[in-house]
C-alpha cells in the first residue's frame, strides 16, 4: 500500500513539474530560513550552558537609586567576595575578576593581549577545562600564568608552552596551565588568566574600600540554597559593612540570564537580547508558515485535476483515512526533498550569513540531536503543509465528482483568499517593520557626534610613553604628522567612571544625579574637535592651577542649574574644582540615549590611559602610519605600536541595531520572494482554469488590457485587503519598539504607502505575467484546449 503511495506521489510531482518546483523552492527557502534563525537562536539561548555548575552559578550586582531612578550595575566592591563566602552558609565559593589588556613578551615577540585577573577558584567554579597543568594548582603562584591554545600557538608556536616564561610590565611569568579555547558562547573572553595575587602584590595591599565599585564578583551557592533565600540575607551587606553610609543593595544575577536578560529598569529585568530572540523566533515561524500556506493553496486550487482519482478510489472502496494518509505522505515526500536541499543550502550560504551577523554559527551535523530535530521538524512541517489539502480533497463525494458538482467555489476560493492575505499580511508587516529599523539606525548615525573622528587617532598609554610623553608630543607635531595631541583617561567613546558625589553651589540635597567622569592634561577640545561654548580649554602646562580646574559638558551645566557657570566651584571627594569652560555635548555612551552630564578634570596625578591625537590630513595614509610607529618606538621600543580610530570605535556602537536591520532585511525580502512564488502559481493556475472564458471574451471583442485587468484585478483586491489590516499592526508594533530608545525615528505616513506601492508592483507583476501571456493567446487555441 505504501508503496503505491510512493508512486503515484512520485508520478504527480512529474506530472506537474512547474508547480512542484514552485512548491518545492518555496519550502526551501522556508526551511532554509527557519534553519539559519534556529541556528542563531539556538547559539544565543545556549550561551554558558557548557559549565558544569551553571545551575548554582550567580553574578553580584549592585542596586541604588541615581537621577532619582531605581539602577544596577555589576561593578561591586573589592571586599564584597571574601564577605559573601565567611558569612553566609549558602555560598559555597566566590571569585573575582577584572579584565585588562597587557603586553605579552616572549623573547622579541610583543603582543597585545587580554587577560583576566581572577582568584584561583575560577577554574573550579567554571568549566574551561585545562589540556595541561593542574586546576587546583596553576594560579597559586603569584607570577603564574595560564594560557589559553590559541595564545600558547601565537606566543610559542609549535613549541611546548608549559614552564616556559611569558613577560608582562618586566614581571616574569611562568606557563602552569594551558586552557582549552573557550567556546564561542561564552559570556567570558580572555586569551590568559593571572592570579589575583598578582595585584596585591603591585599594590602591596589588597583593595578594602567598600565604596569602590570596580571589579567583578562571581557567587556558587550550596545545591540546597535558592537565589530569592540569599538575595534576601545578603541585600544589605554594603549598607552593613560602611555602617550605613553607602545605601546601595546587592543582589545576585543568574547565570542562565547573563546573556539574555541584561537589561533592568526600575531595579529588575527588564529584557535584553531576549527580546531580538523572540523576535527572530516569531520571523522564523512567519517565513515556515508562508512557505506552508504556498503548498495548501497550491494544492487546494488544484484540487479539480485529482478529483476523478478521488472519486475512482472512493468508488472500488478507498476509506477516507487512506486518502488522507496518501495525500499527507505525498507533502511529507516534498517537504523531504525540501528539507534536503534546504540543507545543503544552509551549509553553502552559511559562511556568508556569518559574515552578516559578525558570528561563528555552524551546522552540528555531529550531535545526533540536531539530526533528531531537524527529522521532526520535517514531519511537522510536512503536517501543517499537508493537513488541510489532505483533508480537502479526500472529502469529495464520488457522485459529486463524476457530475462536476463538487466544486464548491465560493468556499474554496475563499479559503484560499483568506490564505493569500495572511501571506502578505506577514510580508508587509515585515517590510515596514525593516524600514523602520532602517530609519532609526540611520537617525542614530546622522547624530551630531559633538567631535570631529575622522583622523583622529588614539594609543594605549604605557610607562615608558608616558615618561616621554613631552618629547613624543614635540616630534609629532614638529613632524607635521598632527596638528594636536592630548592624554586623557579614557576614549571618547567610554567612560570608565561616574560620581553622585558632586556638589555645586545650590544643589538640591536630595539630588543624586550621576555625573561622568574623564580626565585630559591639555589641548582635549582641538584634539577631539569639541566645541566650545564658554571659557576656554584645561592646559595643565599654560595654567598650573588647572590641576584644580574642571570642564564641564552642556548637559552639566543645566543639571546644575547655572547659564554662567565660569568660576563656579564644584565639590568632590574631598576636592574644590574650579570651572573654566562649558563644551558641547559629545555621544560617548548610546547613540540612542540622550547624553549624560560630565566634568572632564586636569588632575596632575590622574592616570592617563590613553594619547589621542589628530591626524594632519595626508596623501599617503600609510606612509604617515609609519612615519608615526618609527617615533612611537623610538620613545618605547618595548611596547608594540597598536593604533585605533575614534570613529571606527564610534561606528561599534551600531553593530547590534546593523545586525538587526541586515536580518530584517533579509528575511523580508525571502518571505516577499516565498509570497510572490505562491501567487505567481495561483496566477498560473487561475490563467489555465479561465483560458476558454478568455478566449471567449477576446472574441466578443475584449482588449488586452481589459483581460489583464480581469485577471489581476482579484490579487490586488487580496494585497490591499493585506495592507489595510497589517499597516495597523506594523505601526503599533514598531511604535512600541521605538519607545525604548530616548533617541528615535518618527513613523511617517510615506513609510506604509511606499510599502503599499512596493507591494502592489510586485504583485502586478507577479500575476501580469501570466496575465499578459494569457491575454496574447490566439482565442482559437484558447478555445480547444483541455
Known amino acids: 500500500m505504501f508503496k503505491s503511495y510512493f508512486i503515484i506521489a512520485y508520478r504527480n510531482l512529474l506530472r506537474s513539474k512547474s508547480f512542484s518546483l514552485i512548491n518545492i523552492t518555496g519550502l526551501v527557502l522556508g526551511i532554509g530560513c527557519c534553519m539559519l534563525i534556529c541556528l542563531w537562536i539556538y547559539n544565543e539561548v545556549s550561551y554558558d550552558s557548557f559549565h558544569k555548575n551553571k545551575d548554582y552559578l550567580y553574578q553580584a550586582w549592585n542596586r541604588g537609586t541615581f537621577d532619582n531612578k531605581l539602577q544596577c550595575w555589576n561593578a561591586v566592591p573589592n571586599p564584597l567576595a571574601a564577605a559573601l563566602k565567611d558569612e553566609y552558609a549558602?555560598?559555597?565559593?566566590?571569585?573575582?575578576?577584572?579584565?585588562?589588556?597587557?603586553?605579552?613578551?616572549?623573547?622579541?615577540?610583543?603582543?597585545?593581549?587580554?587577560?583576566?585577573?581572577?582568584?584561583p577558584s575560577f577554574l573550579s567554579m567554571f568549566s574551561f577545562p585545562l589540556v595541561k597543568g593542574n586546576a587546583e594548582t596553576a594560579l597559586k603562584d603569584v607570577l603564574s600564568i595560564v594560557i589559553t591554545e590559541k595564545m600558547a600557538t601565537k606566543m610559542f608556536g609549535t613549541k611546548d608552552p608549559m614552564d616556559q616564561m611569558i613577560t608582562i610590565d618586566k614581571d616574569h611569568f611562568r606557563v602552569t596551565g594551558v586552557l582549552k579555547d573557550l567556546p564561542l558562547n561564552s559570556t567570558f573572553n580572555f586569551e590568559y588568566l593571572l592570579p589575583w595575587q598578582y595585584f596585591i602584590y603591585l599594590s602591596g595591599a589588597d583593595d578594602a574600600s567598600w565604596t569602590n565599585n570596580s571589579v567583578n564578583v562571581f557567587v556558587q551557592l550550596t545545591p540546597n540554597t535558592t537565589a530569592a533565600a540569599i538575595n534576601q540575607q545578603i541585600r544589605d551587606v554594603t549598607k552593613k559593612h560602611t555602617g550605613g553610609t553607602e545605601q546601595t543593595e546587592v543582589f545576585l544575577h543568574p547565570m542562565s540570564k547573563w546573556h539574555l536578560y541584561s537589561n533592568f529598569e526600575n531595579g529588575k529585568i527588564s529584557g535584553g537580547r531576549i527580546e531580538i530572540v523572540r523576535l527572530f523566533g516569531i520571523i522564523a515561524i512567519f517565513i515556515l508558515l508562508i512557505a506552508c500556506?504556498?503548498?495548501?493553496?497550491?494544492?487546494?486550487?488544484?484540487?479539480?485535476?485529482?478529483?476523478?482519482?478521488?472519486?475512482?478510489?472512493k468508488a472500488v472502496g478507498a476509506q477516507q483515512q487512506s486518502l488522507i494518509l496518501q495525500f499527507l505522505l505525498e507533502s511529507l515526500m516534498l517537504v523531504t526533498i525540501a528539507g534536503i536541499l534546504a540543507i545543503i543550502v544552509v551549509f553553502l550560504i552559511l559562511p556568508v550569513f556569518n559574515l552578516l551577523i559578525n558570528q561563528e554559527l555552524v551546522l552540528p551535523v555531529g550531535n545526533w540531536i540536531f539530526w533528531a530535530t531537524l527529522v521532526t521538524f520535517i514531519l511537522l512541517t510536512g503536517l501543517l503543509a499537508g493537513s488541510y489539502p489532505a483533508f480537502f480533497l479526500s472529502s469529495f463525494h464520488p457522485a459529486g465528482i463524476f457530475r462536476r458538482t463538487f466544486k464548491k467555489a465560493q468556499v474554496t476560493i475563499n479559503h484560499r483568499k483568506v490564505l493569500v492575505v495572511l501571506q502578505f499580511c506577514i510580508a508587509i508587516t515585515l517590510i515596514?517593520?525593516?524600514?523602520?529599523?532602517?530609519?532609526?539606525?540611520?537617525?542614530?548615525?546622522?547624530?551630531?557626534?559633538?567631535?570631529?573622528?575622522?583622523?583622529?587617532?588614539?594609543?594605549?598609554?604605557?610607562?615608558?610613553?608616558?615618561?616621554?610623553?613631552?618629547?613624543?608630543?614635540?616630534?609629532?607635531?614638529?613632524?607635521?604628522?598632527?596638528?594636536?595631541?592630548?592624554?586623557?583617561?579614557?576614549?571618547?567613546?567610554e567612560q570608565y567612571s561616574s560620581s553622585t558625589s558632586v556638589k555645586w553651589r545650590g544643589k538640591d540635597p536630595n539630588d543624586n544625579t550621576e555625573f561622568e567622569r574623564g580626565a585630559q592634561d591639555e589641548g582635549l577640545v582641538t584634539t577631539a574637535g569639541l566645541k566650545l561654548l564658554q571659557g576656554r580649554d584645561l592646559d595643565l602646562a599654560k595654567y598650573?592651577?588647572?590641576?584644580?580646574a574642571v570642564i564641564i559638558n552642556e548637559s552639566a551645566m543645566k543639571a546644575m542649574g547655572f547659564t554662567n557657570p565660569i568660576g563656579e566651584v564644584i565639590h568632590e571627594f574631598n576636592t574644590d574644582y574650579h570651572v573654566v569652560g562649558v563644551f558641547?555635548?559629545?555621544?560617548?555612551?548610546?547613540?540612542?540615549?540622550?547624553?549624560?552630564?560630565?566634568?572632564?578634570?586636569?588632575?596632575?596625578?590622574?592616570?592617563?590611559?590613553?594619547?589621542?591625537?589628530?591626524?594632519?590630513?595626508?596623501?599617503?595614509?600609510?606612509?604617515?602610519?609609519?612615519?608615526?610607529?618609527?617615533?612611537?618606538?623610538?620613545y618605547s621600543p618595548d611596547y608594540p605600536f597598536e593604533y585605533h580610530f575614534v570613529n571606527k570605535d564610534y561606528e561599534y556602537k551600531f553593530m547590534d541595531m546593523t545586525i538587526l536591520a541586515r536580518l530584517t532585511t533579509l528575511f523580508a525580502v525571502l518571505t516577499v520572494l516565498i509570497s510572490c512564488l505562491g501567487l505567481f502559481g495561483l496566477a498560473s493556475y487561475m490563467a489555465e482554469e479561465r483560458i476558454k472564458e478568455i478566449g471567449i471574451r477576446k472574441v466578443l471583442g475584449a482588449s488586452v488590457v481589459r483581460i489583464i485587468s480581469l485577471l489581476t484585478k482579484d490579487f490586488l483586491l487580496l494585497v490591499g485587503i493585506a495592507l489595510l489590516i497589517a499597516a495597523p499592526i506594523a505601526w503599533y508594533a514598531m511604535h512600541e519598539w521605538l519607545q525604548r530608545y530616548a533617541y528615535r525615528t518618527m513613523i511617517d505616513w510615506w513609510v506604509f504607502a511606499g510599502t503599499g506601492i512596493l507591494v502592489i508592483l510586485i504583485s502586478l507583476l507577479t500575476t501580469g505575467y501570466h496575465a499578459f501571456k494569457t491575454a496574447l493567446m490566439n482565442p482559437v487555441k484558447s478555445l480547444k484546449a483541455d
Not at 598650573?544 to 584644580?548: G, Q, Y
Open 544 to 548: 598650573p592651577a588647572d590641576s584644580t
Open 432 to 493: 515596514i517593520s525593516t524600514v523602520i529599523v532602517v530609519r532609526q539606525l540611520q537617525h542614530a548615525r546622522n547624530r551630531n557626534a559633538g567631535y570631529t573622528g575622522e583622523l583622529l587617532m588614539y594609543h594605549w598609554n604605557n610607562p615608558t610613553l608616558n615618561n616621554n610623553f613631552g618629547a613624543l608630543k614635540n616630534e609629532l607635531l614638529s613632524a607635521g604628522i598632527a596638528t594636536s595631541v592630548t592624554r586623557t583617561a579614557s576614549q571618547l567613546t
Open 584 to 634: 558641547g555635548d559629545y555621544i560617548f555612551g548610546s547613540p540612542y540615549e540622550h547624553t549624560h552630564p560630565m566634568i572632564i578634570v586636569g588632575f596632575k596625578n590622574i592616570s592617563f590611559n590613553l594619547i589621542h591625537m589628530r591626524l594632519t590630513p595626508a596623501a599617503d595614509a600609510q606612509k604617515q602610519l609609519q612615519a608615526i610607529e618609527k617615533i612611537f618606538n623610538k
Open 293 to 313: 500556506i504556498n503548498f495548501m493553496n497550491l494544492s487546494t486550487a488544484r484540487s479539480e485535476k485529482r478529483a476523478k482519482e478521488v472519486g475512482i478510489r
Open 90 to 119: 549558602g555560598v559555597k565559593n566566590t571569585c573575582r575578576t577584572y579584565t585588562r589588556w597587557y603586553v605579552t613578551a616572549v623573547g622579541e615577540k610583543k603582543l597585545s593581549t587580554k587577560a583576566m585577573v581572577v582568584d
